[in-house]
């Protein structure tokens, strides 16, 4: 005789979904080199600023990138901070900075214990700069050297959910002793978008079948 079982599984996955604000990611790592995301930033006629404080890695060596005194004008400053003050001045009066007609860019490492930072940037020249040419040559990247400019890219954040391949019931001999967990490895495969197959992460929080398995059912 064959007995059908319907086995039923309620399944949690232990990969974490997330959501994110659909305007920045601050609180990611960016998906390109260039973590300044123009759309974090509030843009006046003299200055930008970060509207979100944004994630950074600690103990890391940071270059900041933005056009030179042909382009932005005189006066450029930089106020950068976190956990730290890694800037606060003229970038022309810092030693750990470099000006020239068409860039400047400074050099900086945070701290251990770095996450968040907040950045200001102004100077005489900037309005009319952002007004033709956006926010084209700023940049900050890791490393002690300056490269050339990338836009911003967004980090590939996971906010979907996994799919389930395999049938919702499950039709064995009840003289085949098959077990819960047998079944879910050879019958049941989950896959995540961002992480791959996570079948191996399924945790059973309901099981009726195990127990029963010789029992003949309807």
Known sequence: MIKKISVVLIILLMSTTKSVNAATFHNYLPGGKNYLDESNFAISSNSMNTVHSFLVKGSTY????????????SNISILLNGSELYFDGFVENDPNCTITDQEAYCTFETVPNEDYIDIIISSSNFGQYYSYYGFDGFQLEEGQTSSSYEEYVA?????????????????TSYNTFESIQDIINEHITVVDEAEGDVSDSIIIVSDSYTGNESVIGD
């Open 62 to 73: 940071y270059t900041i990138s933005l056009p030179g005194t042909d382009r932005i004008g």
């Open 155 to 171: 980090p590939f954040v996971d906010t979907g959910n996994p799919e389930f391949s395999g049938s919702g019931a499950y039709i």
